[in-house]
């Protein structure tokens, strides 16, 4: 999506392209350097965490797996529901694995909590989050994000794989929506 396109719906930009991929080369040497001698099964959580999958993967020196999760916690709206329904399951059995969760942000914690804890039991190795942002001053349940691109505050975002109501996915950056649009 053009930024331009967005006209007068964009707020402001929180973090740029560059931004972003300079934090996921980071994380991405934290990742090789702890899984060392490991192999790697990364969870995308659809479909926000897109981006983020696509990005963080490449940029790892290990030769990961890779597979999705399709959840849902949120309508349209804002706000978490707090009750997780699984709409696409694994492919992959996890016995055994070294799985590492790839989300795109961690708002109320409530979404994640349940991920980890059913990943968990399904008998793998470990199960640890990669997150690309994280929203410290909403969370309602605490949730241990292994790597943590950005902190960010309580604001509703958009791109970079984040929507509103399907919208702004595909722009290259995460911003803030105008209050307009919510109205
Ligand atoms: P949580 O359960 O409140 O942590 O919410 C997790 C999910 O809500 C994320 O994976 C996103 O899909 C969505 N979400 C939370 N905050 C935002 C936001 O600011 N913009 C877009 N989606 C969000």
């Known amino acids: 999506m053009d930024p331009c396109e967005m006209g007068r719906d ?64 949120y309508g349209s709206g804002t706000k978490s529901s707090g009750v997780v329904r699984i709409i ?26 349940w991920l980890a804890a059913n990943l968990r039991s399904r008998g793998p190795a470990s199960v640890e989050i990669a997150a690309l942002l994280r929203k410290p001053c909403e969370a309602k349940v605490q949730v241990n994000v292994k790597y943590c691109g950005f902190d960010i505050p309580g604001e509703f975002v958009v791109g970079y794989g984040l929507d509103y109501g399907e919208r702004y996915r595909t722009l290259p950056f995460v911003g803030t929506l105008a209050p307009h649009v919510y109205a």
């Not at 929180?14 to 192999?39: C, F, K, N, P, V």
């Not at 399951?89 to 909590?113: A, F, K, M, N, W």
């Open 88 to 113: 696409k399951d694994l492919d992959t059995d996890l016995t055994g694995r070294d799985v590492l969760i790839v989300e795109d942000i961690v708002d109320s914690g409530l979404t994640l909590s």
């Open 10 to 73: 964009l707020e402001k930009v929180l973090l740029t392209e560059e931004e972003i991929s300079q934090r996921l080369t980071e994380m991405a040497a934290e990742i090789d350097a702890d899984y060392a001698g490991r192999e790697i099964l990364l969870v995308g959580v659809l479909k926000g965490a897109a981006m983020v999958m696509a990005d963080l993967s490449r940029k790892l020196a290990h030769d990961a797996r890779m597979d999705w999760m399709a959840v849902s916690s």
